[in-house]
């Protein structure tokens, strides 16, 4: 029996995907719960399992392609095997028989996306000449692009061993190869969601810095027990995410976002925490920060950033957020304007700690500091609010004490 393996369906907002990368191809066995291919959405990347055990039969799209909610994208022959389907691959069909000479050649073409059939064509190459490194032996593109870069080289070798040593040209040295790649629909959204924010938004950042000294002491003093006793490493972010929350609390209109004409407070704290994942920029949300310790908040951060390394985070990972925070410091950065994730109306930036000299009691001493940046909706958020917004955060740094008298 024939099983139709369907586009899921997409979360909220999402009307169409893309087709990834197919794990299967004709002809492959099966087990229920085996990924056939992975579906990218503006946010996310969905897994499509087997729901039976059999034989791919039949692949409808191809990789690149775009498809909408519960699309049929494959067919699975239901308690077939492998050999069994090749066996039937091998009986002429009234199909096969109408097929022309030109596509007596389809098994290598199957093997090749739109893109890289594309500059075949173009550049007059010969795929049976061309060594693939995708799975399989599976040409990419950049298998073609490689091919197209060593045809000049050798080119260029010929015609100087024909001509006389007084006509040949010194080629331009180094490396000057250009490359063309398609945005990934992730990356498409966060370019559009960024334009959008500076369009739309009133965005203005003011500075601060902070000394860190007390709370690199108090983890210093009591890393290896909370270590011990939570199972979870005792890192910065939860002291920043706990500050940040007597702050919002303090200055609602933070945590607050604009919808039309109106001005929507949030009696709830969901931080959005912003993470590089190989796809690139995501922010999965910590839900009820406010009642979390900080244990919960560490776990939580530690979870979260497992699953956007592993491309694991699913839509209710990342949809909400009532405020954002950004972490530029782990990759070096020293200071930064981040930019608002809409319909949030603040993001706070984090940069490395750096050892300054400040004035301290009338004496000049050696501190580890770190700027801190919080960019805000200016239509929504006053600049003294902004102001004693990062000083609230900074007091409850500088006297972590605070933190847990809620002063």
Known sequence: MSVEVKVPILPESVADAIVAVWHVKVGDAV??????????????????????????????????ATVGEQDVIAIIEEGATAKAAESNADEPTAEASQETAADANTDDADKLSPAVRKMLAESNLDASKITGTGKNGRLLKEDVQNALNAAPAAENKAVAKDTPAAEVKTPQTGDRNERRVPMTRLRTTIA???????????MLTTFNDVNMQAVMDLRKQYKELFEKKHGTRLGFMSFFVKAAIEAL??????????????????????????????????????????????????????????????????????IGGTFTISNGGTFGSMMSTPIVNPPQSAILGMHRIEDRPIAENGEVVIRPMMYLALTYDHRIIDGSESVLFLRTIKECLEDPARLLLEL
Not at 32 to 54: H, Q, R, Y
């Open 31 to 64: 087990s229920i719960d085996d990924n056939l291919v992975d579906i990218e959405t503006e946010k996310v990347v969905l897994e499509v399992p087997a729901t039976v055990d059999g034989v791919i039969k039949e692949l409808r799209v191809e990789e690149g």
């Open 192 to 202: 559009r969601r960024l334009k959008e924010a500076q369009d739309t938004q009133a």
């Open 249 to 318: 609390k303090r200055f609602p209109a933070v945590n607050a976002s604009i919808d039309g004409n109106d001005i929507v407070y949030h009696d709830y704290y969901d931080v959005g925490i912003a993470a590089s994942s190989p796809r690139g920029l995501v922010v999965p949300v910590l839900r009820d920060v406010d009642q979390l310790s900080f244990a919960g908040i560490e776990k939580n951060i530690g979870q979260l950033g497992q699953k956007a390394k592993d491309g694991k985070l699913t839509m209710d990972d990342l």
